[in-house]
């Protein structure tokens, strides 16, 4: 698993000594320091998963607030290329103010952030309007809903080689999901790319202006739903404790009681 919640971080710029906090990570951030800061994000920056687990941003968030094709990026300690799934809690803070296609994504790539996939906003853009969307690749958006100032969205995406496709074809999109809608994707994106794994996360934003800041805290790529929305696996030894406290009471209540 890869994972990082800034908690370790200093208030801020991400430079040297302040950039290698999370797990699963092969290096060091690297961040456009004119445009990103760490910051405290306050109370409510969090999202419960209902069934699953309190994502919180804690006490600490990465803050972009102006245009960078890589506001931020940083390599895996080893190429991921199974089944994916990227989540991470995003705010748009006030003071900001949507116009046509203000941008800011998360993506996944080998190296540069072009043809890759992502998801964030991109906003008014939708076939309704809406602002919130993942893709395969530039041009393939799936949206799901407006993006309101202010309000937490826990997004989580799918990566995923559909078809016995040997690259990656498919990316799966829920927007504030519960613990059971892991089969129930609000939104579908498909396309054909050439990559097989991925190396690097980075962080795209474009056509900012004025006061638009946004938010993003606990940033996780896992290989399963269950690591992302925060359900606990049933493990061997816990299954077998189970199966031997339901024996011993079935014992119990089988058990003639002596004739008074």
Do not use: H
């Not at 920056?45 to 960078?68: K, M, P, T």
């Not at 199974?82 to 003071?95: H, K, S």
């Not at 690259?167 to 799966?172: E, M, P």
């Amino acid at each position: 698993m890869v994972f990082e919640n800034f908690e370790s971080y200093d208030t801020g710029e991400l430079t040297t000594g302040n950039n290698n906090g999370g797990q699963g990570w092969g290096g060091e951030w690297n961040a456009d320091t004119a445009v990103t800061e760490i910051v405290d994000p306050g109370s409510g920056f969090e999202y419960q998963v209902d069934g699953g687990a309190l994502i919180s941003g804690g006490s600490r968030a990465l803050r972009v607030n102006g245009n960078s094709d890589e506001a931020v990026f940083r390599d895996f300690a080893q190429p991921e290329s199974g089944d994916l799934y990227i989540a991470f809690l995003f705010l748009a803070e006030p003071g900001t103010t949507f116009s046509s296609n203000d941008f800011v994504s998360v993506w996944l790539g080998e190296g540069a952030y072009i043809g890759v996939p992502s998801m964030g906003v991109k906003s008014n853009l939708g076939p309704n309007g809406e602002d919130l969307m993942g893709r395969v690749t530039g041009q393939q958006e799936a949206y799901t809903s407006e993006m309101a100032i202010g309000q937490t969205y826990y997004m989580v995406g799918r990566l995923y080689k559909d078809g016995g496709s040997a690259t990656y074809n498919s990316f799966d999109l829920w927007v504030n999901p519960t613990a059971d809608d892991a089969s129930t994707p609000d939104a579908i994106s498909t396309g054909s790319i050439e990559y097989s794994e991925f190396v690097r996360m980075g962080l795209r934003s474009v056509n900012l202006s004025g006061g638009d800041s946004f938010l993003i805290d606990s940033y996780t790529v896992a290989d399963s739903w269950n690591d992302v929305v925060g359900v606990p696996e049933i493990s061997n030894s816990t299954l077998l404790l189970g199966l031997a406290a339901f024996c011993f009471n079935s014992c119990r209540r089988s058990r003639k009681l002596p004739t008074l």
